[in-house]
């Protein structure tokens, strides 16, 4: 029986816990949830921007759609509908195991979309010290426990702390190691094997104009330790990190707009390969972020003006996914998994908002 209900999606798990108590209590279980996360495929989170003239007519400045690898919108959205939030205007800035990280106006969130589920943290400290924080949300193995992480998004220069908030304990925390000294942070967060990843730029001495080193910075969400990635050759700026069939992986472009290479690190040798070259004179614009899509090896490249792409490395070929209607534009793109993580955590939540169906009819 556990083989099959950890197969099957949330909605119909949350239906199922109604059937006896001995089901309920087996889906409700720590060890089920985390199998179910395991198994459950992944699929791509779209995100699409409001033109600027009908924002006032839809009455949002973006919306989400949720789409499984091998039915991305290469013609159309039939049967796709927007994903749910608690809340119509919503910025997402990570994601980890079926939970959204959000951030709006100060105010940090955990939101589950597959159980409808939602879990507000308390004001982080970081923000009080120094305003501006940039936050990563992963899973650490070892306590089984999510955990938000802030740290100063311009640099640690005066001593700036960062603190750890765990959800098994409601708190936030002062993380105690030391950070690497760095300017500002240059991407958002990208996790991976209970490690956070942020490309930092820090200023070179002794140079007489100001020239910036790229890193990658970690932490470890068990150890609570941070540390630091060596960059490939050349030195190009570096703006994305993300993560391709399992290993770390960074876009660096000599210019902005220009060539693009997309470089892997392998653990076993902590070498860097190139996978990926892009001239800008073949797609007209440089990558500007990148997922790896598991169930064939394909790339999906967000391109600065040449919107998004899958692209066949054995083919090299390339197509367009398509615009969800005439009002909207696809502006960016991540991975999730349904999951029923934070099931006994925060607060449900009834939303409605079907505003592009309203919007049509109207």
Known sequence: MVEILTRLPPKSLLRFRSASK?????????????MHTSRSPQ???????????H??????????????????????????TPVKFPRRNVNIVGSCNGILLLYENGVISLWNPSIMRQLTLPY???????????????????????????????????????FVYTIKTGAWHTIASRMPLYDDVKSTTSYLNGVLHWVVGHSLP?????????????????????????????SWPIHQVT?????????????????????VRRDADAS???????????????????????????????????GLQVYNPKKRSRSSLVNFN?????????????????????????????????????
């Open 124 to 162: 982080c400290p970081l923000r009080r010290c120094s305003g501006e924080m940039a936050i990563g949300l992963g899973f650490d193995p070892m306590t089984d426990d999510h955990k938000v992480v802030s740290i100063p998004a311009y640099g640690n220069g005066n001593g700036e702390s960062s």
């Open 326 to 362: 005439d009002d909207s534009f696809l502006f960016d793109m991540d991975t999730f998994v349904e999951s029923l993580q934070l099931l006994h955590m925060g607060t449900a939540c009834k939303v409605n908002h079907l505003f592009l169906q309203e919007t049509k009819r109207k």
């Open 22 to 34: 001995s089901i309920c209590s087996c889906i409700d279980s720590p060890g089920f949830i985390r």
């Open 55 to 80: 924002k006032k007519e839809y009455g949002v400045a973006s919306f989400y759609t949720l789409h499984a690898e091998d039915q991305l919108p290469l013609c159309g959205y039939k049967d796709i």
């Open 206 to 234: 002794n140079s007489e104009k100001r020239q910036l080193c790229y890193n990658i910075m970690t932490f470890d969400l068990s150890s609570h330790v941070f540390g630091m990635i060596a960059l490939p050759k050349p």
């Open 43 to 53: 699929r791509i989170l779209l995100t699409h921007v409001i033109r600027r003239e």
């Open 272 to 306: 860097w390969s190139v996978i990926f070259k892009s001239k800008t004179n073949q797609i007209q614009a440089g990558v500007k972020t990148v997922l790896g899509l598991t169930n064939n090896g394909d790339l999906l490249l967000e391109t600065y003006f040449q």
């Open 243 to 263: 993560t391709i069939q399992g290993s770390v992986a960074v876009i660096s472009m000599e210019k902005l707009f220009d060539d693009s290479w997309i470089w």
